[in-house]
């Protein structure tokens, strides 16, 4: 669906990991993209964001960042060409957008519309600028990938957060996948990695983060510092059997290891319950599990033939369908 009277911007849009998952909507004539909110260095851009995410509620910090942005204008390289524009940002994305200057260029734009995706639980530390944000301005839109801070904030539900990616090729053959960061993890991976080695299980579990207590055995996880590139972690689960996904306390939605699953025709092994309610859930291909033995290991390195015949229906493009729908509800 396009329209010659509706325009979306993707603002902030430099993240790889975003870039790959709203990849669907780049080659639309009605979709523009604005790469920076802070039009700086890299190493530059880090600074601010780093001084809004930890001074953001101080008027020094929303006064600095409102005077470089008045100063680089980066929000009226938009060119709405007087049609509805919807402004698209997610949570990581806004991070260093001052409230006062967004007030103002809303004002002056009357037509725009500016909508949150929040792709992190609202609990969690790369979520809180942007609900400061959606706090203080209340003309945006609210949409989140997690059901239970929906229900709980009255935002709107989505789904529609993923564009299929082409893996390279290369990656690490192995019977189960998945990296992840967060320490609080970590202790959990090492068990299942020792559970499943033990059993001819081959697994290919990659901590990403630095170490805090050096005396944690790893076992078989692996450990690197560096963020992982997106096209690394697609190409190791192509290769992988199964995908593993072990959720963060508190989260209730699907996280980015069951569409990789969809798309990819994977086995998913999950603690997520909530995964027998999802769209294309098949018990054949899909397994819960709460500790370790639950796992029937055996279904993990068996090499059965997958196809959960998905539909695209996640893609980034209905997205945008679904901002169009909530606001006329709301009009």
């Not at 290891?257 to 025709?265: I, P």
Request: aromatic share 16%.
């Amino acid at each position: 669906m396009q329209s010659n009277d509706i325009g979306f911007v993707f603002a902030g849009y430099s993240d790889l990991t975003l870039r790959t998952m709203f990849k669907d909507c780049l080659n639309r004539e009605d979709v523009k993209i604005l790469k920076e909110i802070l039009p700086f260095s890299e190493y530059v851009n880090g600074l601010f964001r780093g001084l809004a995410m930890r001074c953001y509620k101080y008027k020094f910090c929303q006064y600095l960042l409102y005077v470089v942005e008045s100063v680089f204008r980066p929000l009226e390289k938009i060119d709405t060409d007087d049609k509805k524009t919807y402004l698209i940002f997610t949570n990581a994305a806004s991070i260093g957008l001052s409230v006062p200057y967004f007030k103002k260029f809303l004002q002056r734009h009357k037509n725009c519309i500016p909508v949150m995706l929040f792709m992190d639980q609202l609990n969690l530390y790369w979520a809180k600028y942007a609900k400061y944000l959606v706090e203080q301005i209340p003309q945006f839109q609210c949409f989140t990938f997690d059901p239970q801070d929906a229900q709980n904030k009255d935002y709107k539900h989505t789904m529609s957060v993923y564009s299929y990616y082409d893996a390279e090729p290369g990656g690490v053959v192995s019977d189960i996948y998945f990296s992840f960061f967060g320490l609080n993890r970590l202790k959990t991976i090492i068990e299942i990695a020792d559970y499943l080695e033990a059993r001819q299980v081959c697994c290919n579990f990659i901590y990403v983060g630095d170490m805090d207590d050096a005396t944690v055995e790893l076992g078989t996880v692996k450990q690197v510092s560096k963020r992982l590139l997106y096209s690394e972690i697609v190409q190791d689960a192509a290769q992988a059997n199964c995908l593993l996904e072990v959720q963060r306390d508190g989260q209730s939605g699907a996280t980015l290891r069951y569409y990789e699953a969809l798309c990819y025709n994977k086995k998913l092994l999950t603690t997520n319950k909530n995964v027998v309610n999802l769209p294309f859930y098949d018990p054949e291909y899909m397994k819960v599990f709460e500790k370790p033995s639950d796992i029937d290991y055996d279904w993990v390195r068996r090499r059965d033939p997958v196809d959960y015949h998905y539909d695209n229906r996640f893609s980034p493009v209905h997205f945008l369908e679904e901002i169009i729908d909530s606001a006329n509800r709301e009009d």
